[in-house]
């Protein structure tokens, strides 16, 4: 599995954004989606995430009410629409895919997730 973020940039507060990523070699559907976003010196924090297959999504506090996570099957593209963007936002944001291997499995840990994309920097000026 193979996947490649893009869309970030430099936007100013209040801008929004749609991140994309597209997705290669799924070999079923039963794969957890993440976007995460990292800033220097801290922890890779889960933004946004959603069953490949289904409906089921979540989202960090932090953003709720503002992203929105999204997939198009037939386009094997993964989005996260950012709006009302604020200055905290600022991140390389990174997609993710946690193949589902048991009922119950952690999609909030990123050691969990075995494929990554390289990330997009977003840069929210205020």
């Known amino acids: 599995v193979q996947l490649q973020a893009s869309g970030g940039g430099q936007v100013q507060v209040g801008d929004s954004l749609r991140l994309s990523c597209a997705i290669t070699g799924l070999t079923s559907t039963g794969y957890h989606m993440g976007w995460f976003r990292q800033v220097p010196g801290k922890d890779r924090e889960l933004v946004a995430s959603i069953i490949w297959s289904g409906r089921f999504t979540t989202y960090a506090d932090s953003v709720k009410g503002r992203f929105t996570i999204s997939r198009d099957m037939a386009k094997n593209t993964m989005y996260l629409q950012m709006n009302s963007l604020k200055p905290e936002d600022t991140a390389v944001y990174h997609c993710?895919?946690?193949?589902?291997?048991?009922?119950?499995?952690?999609?909030?840990?990123?050691?969990?997730?075995?494929?990554w994309g390289r990330g997009t920097l977003v840069t929210v000026s205020s």
């Open positions: 993710a895919a946690l193949r589902i291997r048991s009922v119950q499995y952690y999609y909030q840990r990123p050691e969990n997730y075995e494929f």
